[in-house]
């Protein structure tokens, strides 16, 4: 998982599989409830 700002105030989440290192989701925001809400259980 990373966050990063596409200008100064736009934020985004992007889920990279840790064996592959390829991205699978990309989610607008990086707040907690968000992810909490919408991220895979391992």
């Known amino acids: 998982m990373d ?3 596409l ?3 736009v934020y ?3 889920l990279v599989d840790a064996d592959t290192r390829l991205p699978i ?3 607008a925001g990086r707040d ?3 992810l ?3 991220a895979p259980r391992c």
Request: negative net charge; charged residues 20%; without cysteine.
């Open 25 to 27: 989701e990309p989610w």
């Open 7 to 9: 200008y100064s105030d």
């Open 36 to 38: 909490a809400a919408g």
């Open 12 to 14: 985004g989440t992007l």
């Open 3 to 5: 966050d990063f700002a």
């Open 32 to 34: 907690t409830e968000h």
